[in-house]
């Protein structure tokens, strides 16, 4: 596609008249620009992608788009130029401007593959590999974008970011669509939504599965974080489907906003898909279904209330898209494990051990919770709070441990540039109980856990779940708490 097509698609870009040639490839990140390329300069977090324009430049970039006219890059102060044979353009918004570019140099692939976009604070991974094994369970192709990894075909991609980048996001879509993926389960972070990641993607539906806090050093306010939420909704059409979680504060306002076709789900409100009668213990759930005209016993190996809110997320989903009953229940009931999510390390020591990704309050309430029910023992919880990210939740998760666990072993999460010490004191701040202890190491915090245990206690590492890795101030390194735990429990002789 020539360049002067494919600028059709930004919205108040002004004209220019040189841009009679193929493109070859978009970025905004310079060092990826190669000859024929169009390079988008975006101010970013920590970075601003005008002090790049003369490096891609020099990479061979024959067009700049930026919103930044005030760049000493920028050769002169009018919407549109060619100097030097480069030209360059002048939009609002470049972010928005990217999203558009990559999804229209790609073929628009969202228009033919069917993309789910699942948002939320918690439950977003659970939901998207139950509803994976529903669409498998009913013989529909079906790609995976999120946290753990990105899947589709037998292809396998680690993931780095929740929800990947535009043009990361619209040549995957490319890929999904040319090997005949017919559905895209994508999880959409506040992040991705508030940054237009998501822009150029026609959704064909939407899951919004709860509102907690989480994010606030980047959103500032809650309300700030819901709008970014919302955002997927918005743009919905009304031939589009939009799955609510009724029993959330915030569905009331997200049901008026968004203009598709609803189907609710709860276990506490009036609900299109409900669940009565929860019964839960250590093997996993069982419930009453409540649909229209229906109900349906449930049973699920998933452990804890929490996940019984992700099921009916997933089954309302699955019969607002027209997939029968008997094939739902039948894709939930066999439904086993997802990686880093409530997964239980066997061992013959007598107490039981989770890993879980739960790095919030409200996340961890969520699972402390479910465990007390199953757990005749005490309950001992190691866990951190990550650095660089929302300090106000840090002593509001050191009250929700200290409170609802027997005891805490509060270590280093992914620091990344912060001081652990002044995570760990922040962590204290909220504790009110004197029934924890410090080991920064998390390592060795893993080791003390597991050698207070006794027979029938309970003991839960939180906050990394399926990462294989810890970010230091000054390096990565490999770390997996699953892994960890086994190690230490052979050291133990269990």
């Known amino acids: 596609m020539k360049a002067k097509q494919l600028i059709k698609v930004i919205d108040n870009a002004g004209p220019c008249a040189f841009l009679d040639f193929p ?9 990826k620009v190669s000859g024929g390329f169009i390079f988008v300069a975006i101010k970013g977090t920590h970075e601003d992608g005008t002090k790049f ?12 788009v930026t919103s930044n006219l005030k760049s000493p890059a920028w050769p002169a102060g009018r919407q549109s130029i060619k100097s030097k044979g480069v030209c360059f ?27 789910v976009g699942i948002t939320g604070t918690n439950g977003k991974t659970t939901v998207s590999y139950l509803i994976e094994s529903i669409l498998k369970t009913a013989g529909i192709s079906v790609g995976v974008i999120g946290t753990v990894n990105y899947r589709f075909q037998h292809k396998i991609i680690p993931s780095r970011n ?20 017919k559905y895209a389960l994508m999880e959409v972070s506040s992040h991705a939504l508030d940054q ?5 993607i026609d959704f064909h539906s939407a899951i919004f599965t709860n509102l907690t806090q989480d994010h606030l050093d980047y959103h500032i306010s809650l309300k700030n974080y819901f709008a970014a939420k919302a955002k997927l909704f918005k743009n919905l059409k009304d031939y589009d489907l939009a799955v609510v979680n009724n029993d959330d504060a915030c569905a009331r306002k997200l049901k008026k906003l968004t203009a598709a076709r609803i189907i609710t789900y ?62 739902i229940k039948a894709a939930v ?22 890993v879980d990704y739960a790095h919030t309050d409200d996340a961890l309430k969520n699972v402390i919770t479910s465990l007390r029910q199953l757990t005749k023992g005490k ?20 009250r929700v441990v200290s409170r609802l666990a027997d005891f805490a072993v509060i270590t280093n999460d992914n620091p990344r540039s912060e001081e652990p010490r002044g995570i760990i004191e922040e962590i204290k701040r909220g504790i009110d109980k004197n029934n924890y202890t410090v080991l920064s190491d998390r390592r060795e915090a893993i080791k003390k856990a597991l050698t207070m245990a006794r027979p029938l206690d309970t003991v839960l590492i939180a906050g990394k779940g399926h990462e294989h890795y810890q970010i230091l101030k000054d390096r990565t390194v490999p770390f997996a708490d699953c892994e960890v735990v086994r190690a230490c429990l052979r050291s133990l002789n269990y």
């Open 196 to 200: 237009d990641r998501t822009a150029g």
């Open 266 to 327: 709860g276990i506490e409100h009036k609900s299109t898909v409900a669940a009565r009668q929860i019964k839960l213990d250590a093997c996993g759930a069982e419930f009453i279904l409540l649909i229209p005209g229906r109900r349906v016993k449930i049973k699920t190996k998933l452990i804890g209330r929490h996940n019984v809110y992700n099921l009916l997320a997933a089954i309302a989903w699955g019969l607002g898209v027209g997939i029968s009953l008997p094939i």
């Open 333 to 354: 009931e066999k439904f086993r494990l997802v990686p880093g999510r409530l997964e239980r390390i066997s061992s013959k020591s007598g107490f039981s051990v989770f």
């Open 23 to 31: 493109v070859r490839g978009i970025s905004c990140n310079s060092r």
């Open 162 to 181: 929740t929800t990947p980048g535009p043009i990361e996001l619209e040549a995957m879509l490319a890929q999904m669509l040319q090997e005949g993926v």
């Open 379 to 398: 309950i001992i919880v190691v866990f951190g709070c990550g650095g660089d990210r929302d300090k106000t939740k840090r002593p509001k998760m050191g």
């Open 53 to 64: 324009i003369p490096e891609a430049i020099k990479r061979g970039a024959k067009l700049i």
């Open 89 to 115: 353009i002048a939009v609002k918004d470049g972010r928005l401007a990217l999203a558009k570019l990559a999804a229209a140099f790609y073929g628009n692939p969202s228009r033919k593959i069917k993309v």
